[in-house]
């Protein structure tokens, strides 16, 4: 199947910094990326959609300005989490989709496990 | 989306079937059923999906009831690798984004 990468796959950030995580679609061209963010013992939760070239669309409850999510291109996105604070650790995992792609299923990346201290 | 129930956690002896049942009776006509499963700090890995028609993979079989108001994964031998929640998820074809539920923990046993 597809391959979708993340980097990093952990970062460890102090409180008040920011972090930025990549997606990169590595052998197709993903026009929308998804983000989720999951917390243990949880289940994923989608933070925002992002289709290539336009602004992310994110859901209820998730701040668009802290979590700040480029699609610049068709194979790369980008999650910054900005002003890191301990309660952001968790393990964030994007997903992508190529155009046209039907009922075929989105490819997930590795995650990144984001701990602040 | 519509909703998914899965049974929280299932039990299953290496080597034998693991049957995963999922309820989704509120699945709209044009929503496909997907099976996703995630191993332990991994990203979710797609197993396999259908419309109305039983699915059969090198991974795993996909049995949908003839109301499509549920379905069961089957893995025929489960090893112990095969441990892992298990996601149920319906979506209509190019709606994208996933709504993951709860999921069932199986958990394969020597």
């Known amino acids: 199947g597809a391959v979708v990468s993340q980097h990093p796959s952990r970062v460890i950030c102090k409180s008040g910094t920011s972090v930025k995580i990549e997606c990169r679609s590595l052998d197709f061209q993903a026009t929308t990326m998804f983000w989720y963010r999951q917390f243990p013992k949880q289940s994923l939760m989608l933070m925002a959609t992002s289709n290539e070239g336009s602004k992310a669309t994110y859901e209820q409850g998730v701040e668009k300005d802290k979590f700040l999510i480029n699609h610049a291109s068709l194979t790369l996105s980008t999650l910054t989490v900005t002003s890191a604070h301990p309660e952001d650790s968790s393990f964030y995992i994007c997903s992508a989709r190529g155009q046209g792609w039907g009922s075929t299923e989105a490819f997930f990346g590795q995650g990144t496990r984001l701990t602040v201290v | 989306d519509a909703k998914t129930t899965q049974p929280p956690s299932m039990d299953c002896a290496e080597g034998r079937a693991a049957n995963l049942p999922c309820n989704h009776s509120?699945?709209?006509?044009?929503?496909?059923v997907y099976w996703y499963r995630q191993i332990h700090s991994q990203g979710p890995q797609y197993i396999i999906h259908?419309?109305?028609n039983n699915e059969t993979n090198e991974m795993a079989s996909l049995i949908i009831t003839e109301d499509r108001k549920s379905s069961t994964l089957i893995l025929p031998h489960a090893t112990l690798r095969d441990t892992a929640v298990y996601y149920c998820?319906?979506?209509?074809?190019?709606?994208?984004?996933?709504?993951f539920g709860d999921g069932t923990t199986l958990t394969v046993k020597p």
């Open positions: 259908g419309l109305k």
């Open positions: 509120t699945i709209s006509g044009n929503e496909y």
């Open positions: 998820i319906v979506r209509a074809a190019n709606a994208g984004k996933s709504t």
